[in-house]
């Protein structure tokens, strides 16, 4: 990384930005707004960034990067299986909190942007080591032999998916609660904790 790339100002245009974005999406949100927020000059801005299209891809860079660097080491850690498995929920939940629908749509429809077809190879990234862990775990007799690694992965998926009930998501007092509780259901079912 270029050093001047570690500075306060370089660093406060990221933090800014990235909140912004996620909040309100590329289009609502101008260059001026973020040197605002920053407390930088539009001078600034456009010696570390062209326009706004490379700082969205460089937030996406940087997040999908650290959620990597997370994963692996929650892999590698000494957690029990159980628990690797709860820290991967909350990792995926926490890349996405607070992301917008307008910053989502900018991502995945707008292809001018051309974010989709990074975030698309970043998935694919992800989803490899997800269910190299999750064949590796089955391997070693933590998961059940006969369940197939893709229902597991069709399971995560619509679980995530009730997070767009919103009937659902009011029956919790917090997200992570409904998190927790889709974990203990992949694990447990219906059967009391012991």
């Not at 909190?97 to 694919?124: P, R, V």
């Not at 006969?146 to 597991?152: A, D, L, S, Y």
């Not at 609660?177 to 009391?192: A, Q, S, V, W």
């Amino acid at each position: 990384m270029d050093k001047s790339k570690n500075n306060t100002k370089y660093q406060s245009i990221l933090k800014t930005s990235k909140l912004l974005l996620w909040k309100h999406g590329i289009k609502r949100v101008t260059i001026e707004e973020i040197c605002t927020e920053a407390h930088v000059s539009k001078m600034t801005f456009y010696k570390y960034f062209p326009n706004k299209i490379e700082l969205a891809k460089t937030i996406l860079q940087k997040v999908t990067e650290e959620s990597l660097q997370k994963f692996r080491s929650i892999v590698n850690g000494g957690l029990p299986f159980t628990e690797k498995v709860k820290e991967m929920i909350l990792l995926k939940f926490e890349a996405s909190e607070n992301i917008s629908t307008e910053f989502i749509n900018d991502i995945y429809k707008n292809h001018e942007y051309g974010l989709s077809q990074y975030m698309e190879e970043q998935a694919k990234i992800s989803l490899k080591l997800f269910v190299d862990f999750l064949t590796d775990s089955q391997n070693k007799g933590l998961i059940r032999k006969g369940v197939k690694v893709e229902f597991i992965l069709t399971y995560i998926n619509q679980a995530f998916s009730m997070f767009d009930n919103t009937d659902l998501v009011s029956k919790y007092a917090q997200p992570h609660d409904l998190i927790m509780e889709l974990t203990n259901f992949l694990f447990y079912g219906l059967k009391p904790n012991e």
